[in-house]
Protein backbone atom coordinates (compact mmCIF):
# COMPACT_ATOMS: atom_id res chain seq x y z
CA UNK A 1 0.00 0.00 0.00
CA UNK A 2 1.59 3.18 -0.96
CA UNK A 3 1.32 6.02 2.02
CA UNK A 4 -0.30 8.71 1.39
CA UNK A 5 1.14 12.38 1.73
CA UNK A 6 0.43 13.81 4.89
CA UNK A 7 -1.21 17.43 3.59
CA UNK A 8 -3.59 14.78 2.08
CA UNK A 9 -4.20 12.54 5.27
CA UNK A 10 -7.10 15.08 7.31
CA UNK A 11 -9.87 12.81 5.77
CA UNK A 12 -9.29 10.14 8.22
CA UNK A 13 -10.35 12.30 10.97
CA UNK A 14 -12.93 14.31 8.84
CA UNK A 15 -15.60 14.36 11.60
CA UNK A 16 -13.41 15.17 13.91
CA UNK A 17 -11.62 17.56 12.36
CA UNK A 18 -14.79 20.00 12.06
CA UNK A 19 -15.19 19.66 15.13
CA UNK A 20 -12.19 20.65 16.93
CA UNK A 21 -10.38 22.86 14.72
CA UNK A 22 -10.69 26.58 15.63
CA UNK A 23 -12.57 28.69 13.51
CA UNK A 24 -11.04 32.59 12.54
CA UNK A 25 -11.51 35.85 14.10
CA UNK A 26 -13.68 37.88 11.95
CA UNK A 27 -11.24 40.85 12.09
CA UNK A 28 -9.07 38.53 10.21
CA UNK A 29 -11.69 37.85 7.57
CA UNK A 30 -12.39 41.76 7.55
CA UNK A 31 -8.97 42.34 6.30
CA UNK A 32 -8.34 38.98 4.24
CA UNK A 33 -11.57 38.62 2.29
CA UNK A 34 -13.22 41.05 -0.43
CA UNK A 35 -16.62 42.87 0.15
CA UNK A 36 -19.89 41.28 -1.08
CA UNK A 37 -20.71 41.10 -3.71
CA UNK A 38 -17.72 39.28 -4.91
CA UNK A 39 -16.70 35.92 -5.93
CA UNK A 40 -13.84 34.11 -4.35
CA UNK A 41 -12.13 30.32 -4.93
CA UNK A 42 -11.69 28.55 -1.48
CA UNK A 43 -8.73 26.18 -2.05
CA UNK A 44 -8.16 23.35 0.83
CA UNK A 45 -11.40 24.32 2.39
CA UNK A 46 -11.34 21.22 4.02
CA UNK A 47 -14.24 20.61 5.91
CA UNK A 48 -15.54 24.27 5.49
CA UNK A 49 -14.55 25.99 8.59
CA UNK A 50 -13.68 29.13 6.14
CA UNK A 51 -16.14 28.42 3.83
CA UNK A 52 -19.02 29.16 6.23
CA UNK A 53 -17.74 32.39 7.32
CA UNK A 54 -17.26 33.31 3.38
CA UNK A 55 -20.87 32.10 2.80
CA UNK A 56 -22.42 34.24 5.51
CA UNK A 57 -20.61 37.46 4.03
CA UNK A 58 -22.55 37.39 0.74
CA UNK A 59 -19.71 35.97 -0.85
CA UNK A 60 -19.84 33.66 -4.28
CA UNK A 61 -17.43 30.46 -2.92
CA UNK A 62 -16.07 27.58 -5.16
CA UNK A 63 -14.74 25.45 -2.49
CA UNK A 64 -11.94 22.78 -4.01
CA UNK A 65 -10.29 20.23 -1.99
CA UNK A 66 -9.52 17.08 -3.11
CA UNK A 67 -10.39 14.96 -0.02
CA UNK A 68 -13.64 13.11 -0.49
CA UNK A 69 -14.06 12.48 3.42
CA UNK A 70 -13.24 16.31 3.73
CA UNK A 71 -15.34 17.30 0.99
CA UNK A 72 -18.21 15.64 1.52
CA UNK A 73 -18.70 17.07 5.59
CA UNK A 74 -17.64 20.04 3.18
CA UNK A 75 -20.32 19.99 1.19
CA UNK A 76 -22.91 18.78 3.86
CA UNK A 77 -22.44 21.85 5.94
CA UNK A 78 -22.23 24.36 3.03
CA UNK A 79 -24.99 23.80 0.72
CA UNK A 80 -24.18 27.48 -0.37
CA UNK A 81 -20.90 26.56 -2.09
CA UNK A 82 -19.83 25.24 -4.96
CA UNK A 83 -17.94 22.02 -4.34
CA UNK A 84 -15.00 20.65 -6.09
CA UNK A 85 -12.47 17.92 -6.23
CA UNK A 86 -9.28 19.56 -7.63
CA UNK A 87 -5.69 20.54 -6.82
CA UNK A 88 -4.25 23.66 -6.22
CA UNK A 89 -2.62 23.67 -9.23
CA UNK A 90 -5.53 23.41 -11.62
CA UNK A 91 -8.37 25.45 -10.21
CA UNK A 92 -11.81 24.68 -11.71
CA UNK A 93 -12.60 28.45 -12.92
CA UNK A 94 -11.77 30.69 -15.91
CA UNK A 95 -9.10 32.84 -16.44
CA UNK A 96 -9.58 36.68 -14.69
CA UNK A 97 -12.95 35.45 -13.28
CA UNK A 98 -12.17 36.01 -9.47
CA UNK A 99 -11.95 38.32 -6.89
CA UNK A 100 -9.86 36.90 -4.50
CA UNK A 101 -8.00 32.87 -3.79
CA UNK A 102 -8.15 32.32 0.16
CA UNK A 103 -6.62 29.47 1.72
CA UNK A 104 -7.14 28.59 5.71
CA UNK A 105 -4.30 26.84 7.29
CA UNK A 106 -3.79 24.91 3.75
CA UNK A 107 -1.14 26.83 2.15
CA UNK A 108 1.94 24.57 3.29
CA UNK A 109 0.78 21.34 1.79
CA UNK A 110 0.54 23.10 -1.98
CA UNK A 111 3.35 23.69 -4.46
CA UNK A 112 3.86 27.27 -4.07
CA UNK A 113 5.11 28.15 -7.31
CA UNK A 114 2.63 26.30 -9.28
CA UNK A 115 -0.40 27.59 -7.24
CA UNK A 116 0.80 31.20 -7.61
CA UNK A 117 0.71 31.02 -11.50
CA UNK A 118 -2.98 29.38 -11.27
CA UNK A 119 -3.73 32.04 -8.90
CA UNK A 120 -2.10 34.49 -11.37
CA UNK A 121 -4.58 32.91 -13.70
CA UNK A 122 -7.81 33.11 -11.78
CA UNK A 123 -7.88 36.58 -10.64
CA UNK A 124 -9.40 39.68 -12.17
CA UNK A 125 -7.78 43.25 -11.99
CA UNK A 126 -6.79 43.74 -8.44
CA UNK A 127 -7.59 40.40 -7.02
CA UNK A 128 -5.45 38.98 -4.67
CA UNK A 129 -4.17 35.87 -2.79
CA UNK A 130 -5.45 35.97 0.89
CA UNK A 131 -3.61 33.20 3.46
CA UNK A 132 -4.23 32.51 7.13
CA UNK A 133 -3.04 30.42 9.55
CA UNK A 134 -4.03 29.83 13.06
CA UNK A 135 -1.44 30.08 15.23
CA UNK A 136 -0.48 29.19 19.18
CA UNK A 137 0.55 32.67 20.04
CA UNK A 138 4.21 32.41 21.91
CA UNK A 139 3.87 31.97 25.45
CA UNK A 140 4.24 35.12 27.70
CA UNK A 141 2.96 33.84 31.43
CA UNK A 142 5.01 30.90 33.10
CA UNK A 143 2.18 28.21 32.81
CA UNK A 144 2.05 29.01 28.56
CA UNK A 145 5.57 28.63 28.80
CA UNK A 146 5.08 25.01 30.56
CA UNK A 147 2.81 24.51 27.66
CA UNK A 148 5.19 25.69 24.86
CA UNK A 149 7.32 22.09 25.38
CA UNK A 150 5.30 20.22 24.49
CA UNK A 151 4.63 19.19 20.69
CA UNK A 152 2.58 22.01 19.58
CA UNK A 153 -0.37 22.63 17.03
CA UNK A 154 1.64 24.00 14.64
CA UNK A 155 5.22 25.51 13.76
CA UNK A 156 4.85 29.21 14.89
CA UNK A 157 8.20 30.46 12.92
CA UNK A 158 7.51 28.75 9.30
CA UNK A 159 3.86 29.52 9.10
CA UNK A 160 3.01 32.19 10.95
CA UNK A 161 5.26 35.03 10.80
CA UNK A 162 5.61 37.24 7.87
CA UNK A 163 9.20 36.19 7.32
CA UNK A 164 8.84 32.28 6.73
CA UNK A 165 5.49 33.32 4.66
CA UNK A 166 7.92 35.25 2.63
CA UNK A 167 10.00 32.16 1.60
CA UNK A 168 6.56 30.32 0.93
CA UNK A 169 5.60 32.92 -1.95
CA UNK A 170 8.88 32.25 -3.95
CA UNK A 171 7.14 33.99 -7.26
CA UNK A 172 5.97 37.23 -5.17
CA UNK A 173 7.56 40.71 -5.36
CA UNK A 174 8.47 42.48 -1.74
CA UNK A 175 6.02 45.22 -2.34
CA UNK A 176 3.28 43.26 -3.45
CA UNK A 177 2.67 41.46 0.11
CA UNK A 178 0.81 42.89 2.83
CA UNK A 179 1.37 41.05 6.59
CA UNK A 180 -1.53 41.53 9.34
CA UNK A 181 -1.92 39.59 12.73
CA UNK A 182 -5.59 39.30 14.84
CA UNK A 183 -4.63 37.72 18.35
CA UNK A 184 -7.68 35.63 19.95
CA UNK A 185 -8.35 33.42 22.76
CA UNK A 186 -9.47 29.63 23.04
CA UNK A 187 -10.70 28.60 26.05
CA UNK A 188 -10.05 25.00 26.32
CA UNK A 189 -10.55 21.87 28.61
CA UNK A 190 -7.52 19.42 28.45
CA UNK A 191 -9.93 16.80 27.18
CA UNK A 192 -10.47 19.67 24.32
CA UNK A 193 -7.03 20.18 23.68
CA UNK A 194 -6.00 16.99 22.84
CA UNK A 195 -9.24 16.54 21.00
CA UNK A 196 -7.56 19.69 19.03
CA UNK A 197 -4.11 17.92 18.68
CA UNK A 198 -6.09 14.40 17.72
CA UNK A 199 -7.08 16.20 14.33
CA UNK A 200 -3.19 17.16 13.43
CA UNK A 201 -1.25 15.62 10.64
CA UNK A 202 1.35 15.28 13.13
CA UNK A 203 -1.02 13.08 15.00
CA UNK A 204 -2.93 11.31 12.41
CA UNK A 205 0.63 10.15 11.05
CA UNK A 206 1.62 8.48 14.25
CA UNK A 207 1.42 4.80 14.97
CA UNK A 208 -2.39 4.07 17.25
CA UNK A 209 0.11 3.83 20.38
CA UNK A 210 2.09 6.55 19.87
CA UNK A 211 -0.59 8.78 19.02
CA UNK A 212 -2.52 7.41 22.58
CA UNK A 213 1.05 8.37 24.84
CA UNK A 214 1.41 11.66 22.82
CA UNK A 215 -2.40 12.81 23.12
CA UNK A 216 -2.60 11.42 27.29
CA UNK A 217 1.02 13.85 27.78
CA UNK A 218 -0.48 17.03 26.35
CA UNK A 219 -3.79 16.48 27.67
CA UNK A 220 -2.03 15.58 31.45
CA UNK A 221 0.23 18.71 30.87
CA UNK A 222 -2.81 21.19 30.86
CA UNK A 223 -4.55 19.21 33.32
CA UNK A 224 -1.66 20.41 35.89
CA UNK A 225 -2.05 23.89 34.61
CA UNK A 226 -5.97 23.64 35.16
CA UNK A 227 -5.09 21.93 38.95
CA UNK A 228 -2.42 24.58 39.70
CA UNK A 229 -5.04 27.28 39.15
CA UNK A 230 -7.91 25.74 40.46
CA UNK A 231 -9.99 25.91 36.95
CA UNK A 232 -11.32 23.48 34.68
CA UNK A 233 -9.87 25.19 30.93
CA UNK A 234 -7.33 27.61 30.15
CA UNK A 235 -7.48 30.53 27.73
CA UNK A 236 -5.01 29.75 25.29
CA UNK A 237 -3.58 32.82 23.33
CA UNK A 238 -3.99 32.40 19.54
CA UNK A 239 -3.38 34.56 16.72
CA UNK A 240 -4.44 34.29 12.82
CA UNK A 241 -1.42 35.18 11.00
CA UNK A 242 -2.65 36.68 7.23
CA UNK A 243 -1.00 37.89 4.29
CA UNK A 244 -2.34 39.26 1.09
CA UNK A 245 -0.01 38.97 -2.30
CA UNK A 246 -1.31 41.19 -4.72
CA UNK A 247 0.30 40.30 -8.27
CA UNK A 248 0.91 43.59 -10.20
C1 LIG B 1 -5.24 21.62 7.57
S1 LIG B 1 -6.51 21.35 6.39
C2 LIG B 1 -7.30 22.96 6.34
C3 LIG B 1 -8.75 22.87 5.99
C4 LIG B 1 -9.56 24.17 6.04
N1 LIG B 1 -9.03 25.14 5.11
C5 LIG B 1 -9.62 24.76 7.43
O1 LIG B 1 -9.34 25.95 7.59
O2 LIG B 1 -9.99 24.04 8.37
C6 LIG B 1 -5.64 21.31 4.86
C7 LIG B 1 -6.53 20.93 3.68
O3 LIG B 1 -5.79 21.11 2.47
C8 LIG B 1 -6.12 20.06 1.59
N2 LIG B 1 -5.03 19.90 0.60
C9 LIG B 1 -3.85 19.26 0.78
N3 LIG B 1 -3.13 19.30 -0.35
C10 LIG B 1 -3.85 20.01 -1.25
C11 LIG B 1 -3.63 20.43 -2.61
N4 LIG B 1 -2.50 20.13 -3.24
N5 LIG B 1 -4.58 21.16 -3.23
C12 LIG B 1 -5.74 21.50 -2.59
N6 LIG B 1 -6.00 21.12 -1.30
C13 LIG B 1 -5.08 20.40 -0.64
C14 LIG B 1 -6.29 18.85 2.52
O4 LIG B 1 -7.06 17.82 1.93
C15 LIG B 1 -6.98 19.50 3.72
O5 LIG B 1 -8.39 19.44 3.63
Known sequence: MTAQPRGLSFGERAEEYDRW???????????????????VVEIGAGTGRLTALLLARGLEVD?????????????????????HAGDSTALPVPDGS??????????HWFDPGA?????????????????????????????????????????????????????RLPLAAPDEL????????????PEQRAA???????????????????LESARAELQAVCD????SSMPIRHRASCTRWTPA
Open 21 to 39: RPSYPAAALDWLSPRAPAS
Open 178 to 189: DFAQFDWVWELT
Open 228 to 231: AQGR
Open 115 to 167: TMEEVRRVLGPGGWLGLVWNVVAEPVEPWERALAGAPDMYDRETKGGPEGVRE
Open 63 to 83: AVEPDPRMRAVLARNNPGARC
Open 196 to 214: NLATTSMAIAMAPTEREAW
Open 98 to 107: VDAVLVADAW
